[in-house]
């Protein structure tokens, strides 16, 4: 059983919360009445098919070190999601790209970070790499390219709401 962090302290004002009010996704200050929202973090990643083939990254970091995985990441603060995988994986692959259209929406990941479980709601879009000379780095130790029969038998998918993606990729998008 993990040991989850939970935050103890009002950040506003440095008052420790009671018992009962930190195990909620909600945290309400009784002493400033400042309230702490635990919202999902939002992720943005893409899909990528050449040759009728999905491209993978494999993570060189915890959570999910070695792992087959989308490339992509956090959406930072004041920053529209289509700009955030386009900047990811120029960070993970060195490479340019732009984004054709959503694919879907998936989630909750359940996301164990630091101790702490968080939840991330991933958005995945449909994108064209603008050349094909590609390099891992960042977050990314290796990537390579999967066929559909490689997918469907798959077993180190770094997070379990990606199985119903590999399997709609495969649907939809593979021959
Ligand atoms: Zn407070």
């Known amino acids: 059983m993990l040991n989850n962090v939970v935050y103890r302290y009002c950040p506003v004002c440095g008052q420790e919360y009671e018992a009962g009010q930190i195990q909620n996704f ?17 992720t943005a990643s893409g899909v990528i098919i050449s040759d009728n083939q999905l491209l993978l990254i494999k993570r060189a970091h915890n959570p999910k070190i070695d792992c087959w995985d989308f490339p992509g ?7 529209h999601p289509e700009r955030a995988v386009v900047r990811e994986i120029k960070e993970e692959l ?13 989630g909750p990941t359940e996301y164990l970070y630091q101790n702490k479980l968080r939840y991330n709601c991933d958005l995945y879009y449909l994108i064209k790499l603008k050349n094909t000379q590609l390099s891992p780095g960042d977050d ?18 770094a997070f379990e709401s990606q ?13």
Do not use: M
């Open 26 to 42: 909600t945290h309400q200050c009784s002493h400033c009445g400042f309230n702490l929202y635990e919202n999902a973090n939002t």
């Open 73 to 79: 990441g956090f959406v930072e603060p004041k920053e």
């Open 94 to 106: 060195s490479v340019d790209s732009e984004v054709e259209r959503l694919f879907g929406v998936y």
């Open 140 to 157: 990314a130790k290796a990537f390579r390219w999967f066929n559909k029969s490689e997918l469907e038998e798959l077993d180190k998918i």
């Open 163 to 175: 199985v119903p993606l590999v399997k709609d990729i495969c649907q939809q998008l593979l021959v």
